[in-house]
């Protein structure tokens, strides 16, 4: 059963999205599965201290055997006893664009995943399900390429300062003034890492005395961010509006602790497209509840900007808001613009005030010159202002092969989460020893795939994550698509029984959750 949300006319399109329920077997099977793993672990761990079993994991010397163990929690146990059967998933060397299809260097391990030697081997067109390059734009050839090596010639390579003192670029201010049209907002600013671009800004917008209402799966840098302000954090379940307004009216009624002054600032924290989820903000409602609380918006749209909206505008114009509705606009360069980078976007006074204030803005090198003049090229692509369609071609075969994608892993029997319109694509595999098997199935198909587990998703829900892009033809995905059927039968990944939970229906503690007649 779909979700589809109307709200009281707060959408003007269906918002479809669900989640399926997990069987209660494979729930069973997988806490066994970690139990059993953790029961080995100990034995080894217990064989590795009589000396009997080697490991090369990292130790405190002998002369500090008296000292404060450094590696003593349950990360390094995990890490040292399960993650290590299933490392050769990760870290993969990749030796060509991040195109739809990539070259990868062959590497072997004769010592359990401990070490890794590389045969010399390529192994040559690996069709990419991981990278973000949504639009296609991460290419070798054609006119993006083209005006970076121009500028490179012009420019050179680094900028050796920061935008305060002689780092600051013509074409750092031109990069600002087309991306402060392209959001629809008064101005922008550009920095060099999109992950410092929360953690860094995050505390120039609020500090101690002020209240951050974050969503439970923010990313790590909005995390970073909130945690360095010094402000107050709450965190609300996921999309869900009930327990963010509870916290709001909370807020507002009892204001701080122990004083009970008002909370000098509130700020709700919220993505356009969940990473690992590939669920989209429920914005609308979001913004409706700012208004109505009087509280700030700042919104992450790393992964949504470029990949969503008719003209790849973002979450903002996927549900035909106005830009001026959030406060704070954030979103990175590193994926649909196939460069680097983030920005920040709003009210030219906020824009002003983080040039002199953010550490990003201060004391890290700005952006390289061909960079920008990638993000420059592929932006005015997207926009039509280099005199073509390609860059709304790219946008609409992206959307076209999202749906496409989804809904045949969904005939398949697979179970997926997130909207139906997000690039991200979330396919289940629950059980710990499906998590390396399903990588090194699909690899030897020539299918490059990202597994994810603990402790980047709860620890009983393990994932493929797939990354679709407009680069990929309808005949790479019918190939994925086949192979992916093949070794569904093999691992028995086909855990669907269409029993779709929708996201306000998903279970949430009473805590932070308020029965309203609504």
């Known amino acids: 059963i779909h979700h589809i949300a109307q709200n009281g006319g707060l959408y003007k399109r269906p918002f479809n999205e669900a989640f399926e329920e997990t069987p209660m077997l494979v729930a069973v099977l997988t806490y066994v599965g970690y139990g059993v793993l953790t029961l080995f672990g100990y034995l080894r761990d217990f064989l590795r201290q009589w000396k009997i079993e080697k490991c090369h994991h990292a130790a405190e010397r002998a002369e500090q055997k008296d000292f404060v163990p450094l590696y003593q929690d349950f990360e390094n146990f995990y890490t040292r006893n399960l993650y290590m059967r299933i490392r050769d998933s990760w870290n993969r060397p990749i030796c060509s664009v991040p195109g739809a299809k990539v070259d990868m260097l062959e590497r072997l391990s004769y010592d359990y995943n401990w070490t890794f030697a590389y045969t010399g081997r390529v192994i040559k067109d690996v069709i990419n399900m991981g990278s973000y390059n949504y639009l296609g734009f991460a290419q070798n050839t054609g006119i993006c390429k083209e005006a970076a090596a121009k500028v490179l010639t012009q420019y050179g390579a680094g900028v050796c300062s920061t935008r305060q003192e002689m780092g600051n670029l013509d074409k750092h201010e031109e990069l600002e003034k087309l991306v402060a049209r392209f959001l629809g907002v008064e101005a922008a600013m550009t920095y060099g890492m999109g992950f410092a671009t929360n953690s860094m800004n995050i505390p120039a917008v609020v500090l101690k005395g002020c209240l951050i209402l974050s969503d439970e799966l923010n990313h790590a840098s909005l995390v970073l961010g909130a945690r360095l302000s010094g402000a107050t954090i709450r965190i609300f379940k996921h999309n869900n509006m ?26 709700i924290l919220v993505e356009g497209i969940y990473s690992m989820e590939g669920s989209i903000v429920r914005l609308p409602e979001v913004i409706a509840l700012k208004k109505k609380y009087k509280s700030y918006l700042y919104l992450d749209e790393a992964h949504s900007i470029g990949a969503l909206g008719p003209t790849g505008r973002g979450v903002v114009e996927y549900f035909g808001l106005n830009p001026e509705d959030v406060d704070v606009m954030m ?44 993000i420059l090229a592929s932006m005015k692509c997207i926009m039509g202002e280099d005199g073509t369609t390609f860059g709304k071609q790219c946008v609409q ?38 998590i390396g098997a399903f990588g090194r199935e699909m690899l030897k198909r020539n299918i490059g795939v990202v ?11 393990s994932r493929a994550r797939f990354c679709v ?38 279970p949430f503690d009473e805590t932070t959750y308020e029965e309203t007649e609504d």
Request: glycine share 8%; proline share 6%.
């Open 469 to 506: 892009s407009a680069a990929h033809t309808k005949e790479i995905l019918d190939t994925v698509l086949k192979e992916l059927d093949e070794v569904g039968d093999l691992l028995q990944l086909k855990y669907s029984r269409h029993r779709l939970v929708p996201l306000l229906d998903r």
């Open 331 to 374: 979103g990175t360069f590193t994926k649909s613009f196939g460069a680097a980078g983030g920005y920040i976007g709003g009210k030219k006074e906020l824009i002003d005030y983080l040039r002199t204030h953010s550490h990003s803005a201060v004391y890290a090198t700005s952006l390289s010159p061909p960079v920008i003049e990638q």
């Open 397 to 434: 075969q992206l959307a076209e092969n999202t749906r496409y994608f989804r809904m045949r892993l969904k005939e398949k029997g697979f179970i997926i989460y997130g909207n139906e319109d997000s690039p991200v694509v979330p396919l289940m595999l629950y059980m710990p020893a499906k």
């Open 451 to 461: 597994v994810v587990g603990f402790p980047a998703t709860p620890i009983i829900e």
């Open 242 to 267: 009930q327990s963010l307004e509870k916290l709001l009216k909370d807020a507002i009624v009892h204001g701080q602790p122990r004083t009970r002054r008002p909370w000098k600032k509130i700020l």
